[in-house]
T-cell receptor
Framework: ETGVTQTPRHLVMGMTNKKSLKCEQH?????MYWYKQSAKKPLELMFV???????ENNSVPSRFSPECPNSSHLFLHLHTLQPEDSALYLC???????????FGDGTRLSIL | GENVEQHPSTLSVQEGDSAVIKCTYS??????FPWYKQELGKGPQLIID?????GEKKDQRIAVTLNKTAKHFSLHITETQPEDSAVYFC?????????FGTGTSLTVIP
């Protein structure tokens, strides 16, 4: 059983669709993160949750909506995305802030 | 905010040689510096990390050095092997905020 599991691995959607990305961690960590990884750019931190509470929102457009129902699960709800939102979306978890982050293998998102 | 720069963007070495990747950061408040290895189709995997109260850390063939005064840190891989080929990312952290470099694509030539 891997530490951080993301589903689906690949997603193709139109700009008017609504979909959700799922992340689950089996490490007993208290913090979870969403990152966007685009070619030739640094990983961009999108959202941070500590003990299910959102503590960071790095100016992410409202078409991305996170949800953290418990400390093991994290969702990213997608609505009315743009072509520039095509990227690899990575989920990570850590025991606490300033601790090593463990990443999932990501969801490759393509917007048509 | 923090700005992390990473060099080189690509690096090719012969098997058995050493590889060095360098990063600089701008915010002296950064106090945790992890390095990640990302293979094709996979998420980044932590390979080594260092905190600001330590100058050097080693784990088998991998070592990291930190110069707080100059605000730079480096990854050293010795006796490189083909399976070391991947993209390597450095990061600097303040609390929950992690700032990543743009990555170094390392190729180890057999």
């Amino acid at each position: 059983e891997t530490g951080v599991t993301q589903t689906p691995r690949h997603l193709v959607m139109g700009m008017t669709n609504k979909k959700s990305l799922k992340c689950e961690q089996h490490l007993g960590h208290n913090a979870m993160y969403w990152y966007k990884q685009s070619a030739k750019k640094p990983l961009e931190l999108m959202f941070v949750y500590n003990f299910k509470e959102q503590t960071e929102n790095n100016s992410v457009p409202s078409r991305f909506s996170p949800e953290c129902p418990n400390s093991s699960h994290l969702f990213l709800h997608l609505h009315t995305l743009q072509p520039e939102d095509s990227a690899l979306y990575l989920c990570a978890s850590s025991q606490d802030s300033n601790q090593p982050q463990h990443f999932g293998d990501g969801t490759r998102l393509s917007i048509l | 905010g923090e700005n992390v720069e990473q060099h080189p963007s690509t690096l090719s070495v012969q098997e058995g040689d050493s590889a060095v990747i360098k990063c600089t950061y701008s915010d002296s408040a950064s106090n945790y510096f992890p390095w990640y290895k990302q293979e094709l189709g996979k998420g980044p995997q932590l390979i080594i990390d260092i905190r600001s109260n330590v100058g050097e850390k080693k784990d088998q063939r991998i070592a990291v050095t930190l110069n707080k005064t100059a605000k730079h840190f480096s990854l050293h891989i010795t006796e490189t092997q083909p399976e070391d080929s991947a993209v390597y990312f450095c990061a600097a952290s303040i609390g929950n905020q992690f700032y990543f470099g743009t990555g170094t694509s390392l190729t180890v030539i057999p």
